[in-house]
């Protein structure tokens, strides 16, 4: 099993900046993908960025420019940092893991999530 913590949300106003951090732990083989996802009330999940094991990053459009995904593999730690926030950038965010196990045999995990207010 596989734990990951996420840290770093808060109240922000628009603008400003914060730096969101997932922490992995247990029982970790080989991660292909590293990322974060984001829901905001009433509206679908948001695939915000990730980064791949071979260091291949994606970005939302709508985050691009202004947020950055980093990684440490040696503390299976991945990063996100968010510059000149928007309020529609209030969601919860949650960080998402995918490792192999045994060949083609892949596992999906999930972080509790970290809410995100951007507001004046």
């Known amino acids: 099993q596989v734990q990951l913590v996420e840290s770093g949300g808060g109240l922000v106003q628009p603008g400003g900046s914060l730096r969101l951090s997932c922490a992995a732990s247990?029982?970790?083989?080989?991660?292909?993908?590293m990322g974060w996802y984001r829901q905001a009330p009433g509206k679908e999940r948001e695939a915000v960025a990730h980064?791949?094991?071979?260091?291949?990053?994606n970005y939302a459009d709508s985050v691009k420019g202004r947020f950055t995904i980093s990684r440490d593999n040696a503390k299976n730690t991945v990063y996100l940092q968010m510059n000149s926030l928007k309020p529609e950038d209030t969601a919860v965010y949650r960080c998402?893991?995918?490792?192999?196990?045994?060949?083609?045999?892949?596992?999906?995990?999930w972080g509790q999530g970290t809410q995100v207010t951007v507001s004046s």
């Open positions: 998402n893991l995918v490792q192999s196990v045994i060949g083609a045999v892949t596992n999906n995990y």
């Open positions: 980064i791949t094991s071979g260091g291949s990053i």
């Open positions: 247990g029982t970790i083989f080989s991660i292909n993908v």
